[in-house]
Each structure stands twice: as structure tokens, then as C-alpha cells.
């Protein structure tokens, strides 16, 4: 059956840290592969989209690697700031439609 | 991106009642989707609203149960019928434009079922 995995529920960082968050898969085979960001009550906002002949990508203090080989991406925020603090989804797509992981709750500590 | 409103942003229903939730696009978009988050939980999707015929169901939905409409390509309805306490969740309706891979979501509908 199909999975998607992210490494923990709660990251907790100090500010100015680098926060990685994982995301593992299993019998997907995705086009690309999205994250977004949920604050509390609010629907998700899209950050980056990463495309299976893509390695990496970055946007402003965000970075996403993929490997279609290890069935995983990488999302780093750089410099955290506690205004950071949010819960991460990665998705996946497969014919537009998107299948979410359970999201990671980041904490930045001031 | 897409401007996405959703109505109404919250509702308190009794059991066995209907609500009609309303996702309006500022501009046309090719996809149209409905997805239910549940307490704690991540994202689920419910449907596919297609443009001018029925929607196409995710397994464990079923169109009794959430019909949804999309009489164009700006607008579409849910609706959460007969419901029960199991379907307090937020409700949200996602878009994918023209040309573009990335999805935008609306700001979601919290429905409490008593």
C-alpha cells in the first residue's frame, strides 16, 4: 500500500538553526513532490515544488532535495526565525491529486 | 496564484443535518478539489469536482454522503449531508491552474457536529 512518512511529529530548534525535516515514501511514483506550511485554523499555503529530475531547489531560506532513488525529500529551513514555528506537510502528487503526509510541527525557540 | 474564498469559515450543526460549502475563485482554474482534515490529522481527499458532470470519488466517499457540484470553472459546493460528529472536520477546496502543477488551497470551512 502506498505511505508517506515524515520523520516526526515536533521539531523543536533554537533560533537561528537549521531545521530538516524528512519525508519518505513507499509504492508512489510522483511527478513532483510539494510541501507546504499549515498554521493552526488555516488552510496550507504552498512553499516549493520539486520535480523528479530535480535534486534540489531553495527559495529564499528554504531548501528541498529529492531522491527518487532513496524515496525521499529533504526540506531545510536555514536561519529558523520563530515566526517559522508551523506545521510542514509534504505531498505527493499522482494525476493531480496530492496524498499528504502527516505533517511536522516546528517550534523556533527565540 | 489564485484568491480562494470559502463559505461559511465555520459552522456549529446538529446530527442529521445538511451544510452546503461554497469555494469561490477569483479567476479560472483548471482542477477543483475538495479535501477533509480531521482534529490532528493531515489532509484527505474527498473528490475531484469536475466542470459540468459529476464528480470523481476518492474510496471512502461517496456521493450520497458529500455531492458536490461545479456548475463552471470559478465555483464549486460540498456538502456534508446527514451529518454525524464523525464529520466535525475542516473542510477545504484546493485549485490547480492553468498550466501550473502547484496547488492553492482556501482558507477551509471548521464544521462542528453536535
Known amino acids: 500500500s502506498q505511505k508517506i512518512e515524515q520523520n516526526s511529529e515536533a521539531l523543536n530548534i533554537q533560533e537561528g538553526k537549521t531545521a530538516t525535516l524528512t519525508c519518505n515514501y513507499t509504492n508512489y511514483s510522483p511527478a513532483y513532490l510539494q510541501w507546504y506550511r499549515q498554521d493552526p485554523g488555516r488552510g496550507p499555503v504552498f512553499l516549493l515544488l520539486?520535480?523528479?529530475?530535480?535534486k534540489e531547489k531553495r527559495k529564499e531560506r528554504l531548501k528541498v532535495t529529492f531522491d527518487t532513488t532513496l524515496k525521499q525529500s529533504l526540506f531545510h529551513i536555514t536561519a529558523s526565525q520563530p515566526a517559522d514555528s508551523a506545521t510542514y506537510l509534504c505531498a505527493l502528487e499522482s494525476d493531480y491529486k496530492l496524498s499528504f503526509g502527516a505533517g511536522t510541527t516546528v517550534t523556533v525557540r527565540a | 496564484s489564485a484568491v480562494i474564498s470559502q463559505k461559511p469559515s465555520r459552522d456549529i450543526c446538529q446530527r442529521g443535518t445538511s451544510l452546503t460549502i461554497q469555494c469561490q475563485v477569483d479567476?479560472?482554474?483548471?482542477?477543483m478539489f475538495w479535501y477533509r482534515q480531521q482534529p490532528g490529522q493531515s489532509l484527505t481527499l474527498i473528490a475531484t469536482?469536475?466542470?459540468?458532470?459529476?464528480?470523481?470519488?476518492e474510496s471512502g466517499f461517496v456521493i450520497d454522503k458529500f455531492p458536490i457540484s461545479r456548475p463552471n470553472l470559478t465555483f464549486s459546493t460540498l456538502t456534508v449531508s446527514n451529518m454525524s460528529p464523525e464529520d466535525s472536520s475542516i473542510y477545504l477546496c484546493?485549485?490547480?491552474?492553468?498550466?501550473?502543477?502547484?496547488?492553492?488551497f482556501g482558507p477551509g470551512t471548521r464544521l462542528l457536529v453536535l
Open positions: 484546493s485549485v490547480v491552474q492553468h498550466y501550473q502543477e502547484t496547488q492553492y
Open positions: 520539486i520535480r523528479e529530475n530535480e
Open positions: 469536482a469536475n466542470q459540468g458532470s459529476e464528480a470523481t470519488y
Open positions: 479567476s479560472q482554474v483548471t482542477m
